[in-house]
Every structure is written in structure tokens, then in C-alpha cells.
């Protein structure tokens, strides 16, 4: 008999702004609920945010998700590609930042730290990002970021402006 796979915590970063983005985040949540070799734990509070790259486009909603995972880092992000396939996202080489109506990043993965083509982790730009910081914050507050800090004290230092939290009623617990 196969010795069972163990099980490891996994990040991810939940984000979109088109097509009723906090309804497209919420979505994405019940997805992540779904995943195979993987169980959704926690999830925080949708929050409302200036976009990062070219600001002619809409706001973006914001979340995070803590996951218990059998699924390698690799077996995961493609997992996060396919959901995010489903809720009709078109990877465009290029695209960088632009709208999109559901962005799933893998941000942090036990402690694993990981550089190679398609696969960075920590997500690159972690610690400078309030948008990830903070609802992260909402769901693993003392989560040491593999070579960048504790997730709370990362958030202090960049401070909450505009962001909006607008629903409070989405984290859960298992």
C-alpha cells in the first residue's frame, strides 16, 4: 500500500474586476471549495482596490484563501489555471496587469521557496502589495512569508490605503 501523501498549506491570492468582480471572487472561493486532494480552510474579506498596472480600467475586488493541500505546487497552480479557465479567463501572453474577470495567484506554499519558468514562490511582489497583504492578514495574520516576513507585520508597514474592505460576511474557518 502507497504511503499517503502529506498534507501542506497553501495561499492564494483571489482577484477580479470585470463581470460583477465581487460576485467572480465568490465564485472562484466555492471553486477552490472543490478542488481535488484539497480542502478550502479560510477565506477573508473581499476587498475593493485601485487597479496596479494601467488605471483606465475598473477597480478591482481582492480575497485570500488558506488551503490544506495533497497536490504538489505544480499540481496546484495547473488546478488554479483550470478554475480559472472555467470562470472564462483567457490567458493573453502580454497582459500583465490588465482587466481580467478572475486572477487565482498560488501565494505562498508551505515554506517552500521555488524560481523556475511559470512557477515563482513566494508569489513575486508579495510584500509590497497591500491588496494581498491584507486580506491574507484577515486569515493567517503570523504566516511567515519565506524570506520576507510575517504577513502582519508586512501589512503594517504598507498601511491599508485605498483599500476598501466591502464584505465581511465571506471569511470562514474550518
Known amino acids: 500500500m502507497a504511503?499517503?501523501?502529506?498534507?501542506?498549506?497553501?495561499?492564494?491570492g483571489i482577484g477580479s474586476n470585470l463581470e460583477d468582480?465581487?460576485?467572480?471572487v465568490r465564485a472562484a472561493l466555492d471553486g477552490l471549495a472543490?478542488?481535488?486532494?484539497?480542502r478550502l480552510v479560510a477565506a477573508s474579506d473581499l476587498y475593493r482596490n485601485p487597479p496596479l498596472g494601467p488605471r483606465d480600467q475598473p477597480d478591482y475586488v481582492n480575497a485570500a484563501a488558506g488551503l490544506l493541500?495533497?497536490?504538489s505546487p505544480e499540481d496546484l497552480l495547473a488546478e488554479l489555471?483550470?478554475?480559472?479557465?472555467?470562470?472564462?479567463r483567457t490567458r493573453v501572453k502580454g497582459d500583465h496587469w490588465g482587466p481580467r474577470i478572475i486572477d487565482l495567484d498560488l501565494l505562498v506554499f508551505g515554506r517552500r521557496i521555488i524560481h523556475k519558468p511559470g512557477l515563482n514562490l513566494p508569489h513575486p511582489g508579495i510584500s509590497e502589495r497591500n491588496f494581498v497583504l491584507f486580506p491574507l492578514c484577515d486569515i493567517a495574520p503570523t504566516l511567515a512569508v519565506?524570506?520576507?516576513?510575517?504577513v502582519f507585520q508586512l501589512a503594517q508597514q504598507?498601511?491599508?490605503?485605498?483599500l476598501q474592505a466591502i464584505n465581511t460576511q465571506t471569511r470562514q474557518r474550518a
Open 81 to 88: 489555471h483550470g478554475l480559472e479557465k472555467r470562470q472564462g
Open 69 to 71: 493541500t495533497r497536490l
Open 21 to 24: 468582480p465581487a460576485s467572480q
Open 34 to 38: 472543490e478542488l481535488r486532494d484539497s
Open 146 to 150: 519565506p524570506g520576507q516576513g510575517i
Open 3 to 12: 504511503e499517503p501523501k502529506h498534507w501542506s498549506p497553501a495561499y492564494v
Open 158 to 162: 504598507l498601511g491599508d490605503e485605498d
